[in-house]
């Protein structure tokens, strides 16, 4: 019934919608004229007024009311169990759950059919309560808003309050997430360093990386927590990937913005464009299935040793993917030079090659930069490549012909592991956090280019 309830309100809202703004239009005698608001503002007014009062109670309350309802289920489990551990409790859950909800589950047996009759009570009581209560409450606020309608309502005014309010909460659920993200990171980083004795030397030039062999209690060998093979890792893969995409897709952008025909370009840009759509997976298997095994065949050829998972391979496929978003992005920038600048390296007797480099080129520096870091940041943070092209173990080498691994291929095998989660998350969450702390340094670099290009050209 609680999925059922959000377009009941919503059809409510449309209701009300209507009726207010009818009611507007018969006290206007039609015309509107007399009104402070105009009647699609009194309209607006109680299409919100009614789907926030009726949402939120009905979203609020199934997050609130499942909170308490799994507590007295977990009550029930104790009082029953009183021997059982914290986990064997919420797999007793989970199974009572899925009998409840009519799917299978890993055992039946009395206990978890109690607690299945148990929790579909309370699921069947939560859910006619919370929709009988939010469908009342947003027809309340519905008829209310229906009922203010008069020459002197200020619905407009009240309307854009509303609007203004739930921009700042999606601005502040923004900032929020950030802010708890990072904090996160902090907490978790700040565990795992305590779990190897404040060594955070070993961690950041520690050339061993296997930190979950070995651990006992929940503390780690300082010594196998070495992420320098991670980081060289990343570095290498992206730095082949920007070789690849970088002069790709800037080039094609000149090309595109300055030297190609209208007819050239309304089939070439979305072309390219194209690649950006391609899921990552695919471009793994193109990488697994078709690169590397080129690479390595052509390797031999020369008299190489090229492994079957090279550091090139993953590089050279994830620089193509990397390819449309540094090409539309430039284009844009490219486009966006002032013509003048151009006409006046042309007056000034200058080829259109000597323009693009000397006039267009420095004044588009800053969007170009941005479009360069974009594409770092998604070289960076690309897992899926990596794993099918470039292998998962940690070797330090800058050899782009052997196998390495990246920091984001191994937080991913650290969660999705058999290891305790709260194991797991300490090595998991520091190499997330000296990602974004050198993601962040990145942008500060960044940040200083595009601020002294562009205090040139304003």
Partial sequence: MIAVGFPVILALAVLFFVAARQRALGIAAGGGAGLHSRPNQHGLYALLLTLIIGWGILGGGAIIWAAIDKEIVFSAIRDAAP?????????????????????????????????????????????????????????????????????????????????????????????????????????????????????????????NWS???????????????????????????????????????????????????????SWAKPMLEILAGIPTVVYGFFAAITVAPFIRDSGTFLGL?????????????????????????????INAVPQSLRDGSYGLGATKAETIRQVVLPAALPGIVSAVLLGVSRAVGETMIVVMAAGQGANLTLNPLETVTTVTVQIVMLITGDTDAETA??????????????????????????????????
């Avoid at 939010?134 to 200020?154: I, M, N």
């Avoid at 893969?237 to 595109?256: C, H, N």
């Fill in 83 to 207: 021997e059982m551990k914290q986990i064997e409790v919420q797999l007793v859950f989970a199974d009572a759950r899925s009998l409840a909800d009519g799917t299978l589950a890993s055992a039946t047996d009395p206990l978890r059919r109690e607690i299945a009759a148990l929790y579909a009570h309370l699921e069947s009581w939560r859910a006619w309560t919370l929709f009988l209560v939010s469908v009342t409450a947003a027809a309340a606020a519905g008829l209310y808003a229906w009922r203010r309608v008069s020459p002197e309502w200020r619905a407009r005014n009240r309307s854009e309050q509303i609007l203004t309010g739930i921009l700042w909460v999606c601005a502040a659920v923004a900032v929020l997430t950030t802010i708890g993200i990072v904090l996160s990171l902090i907490f978790e980083t700040l565990t795992f360093f305590g779990n190897i004795g404040w060594r955070i030397d070993k961690f950041l030039f520690g050339m």
């Fill in 211 to 265: 930190p979950l062999a070995g651990v006992q209690a929940g503390v780690m060998n300082p010594d196998r927590v070495g992420a320098v093979p991670l980081f060289v890792g990343t570095f290498l893969i992206t730095l082949i990937a920007m070789l690849v995409a970088v002069p790709v897709g800037l080039f094609s952008a000149i090309y595109l913005s300055d030297f190609a025909s209208p007819r050239v370009r």
């Fill in 305 to 333: 040793d090229v492994a079957s998972e090279s550091a090139l391979a993953a590089g050279v496929v994830m620089g193509i993917m990397i390819i449309p978003f540094i090409s539309s992005l430039s284009d844009d920038v």
């Fill in 425 to 458: 998350a300490g090595p998991a969450f520091s190499l997330g956090f000296a990602l974004f702390f050198i993601t962040l340094i990145l942008n500060v670099i960044a940040l200083k280019v595009v601020r002294r290009y562009r205090e040139m050209y304003d």
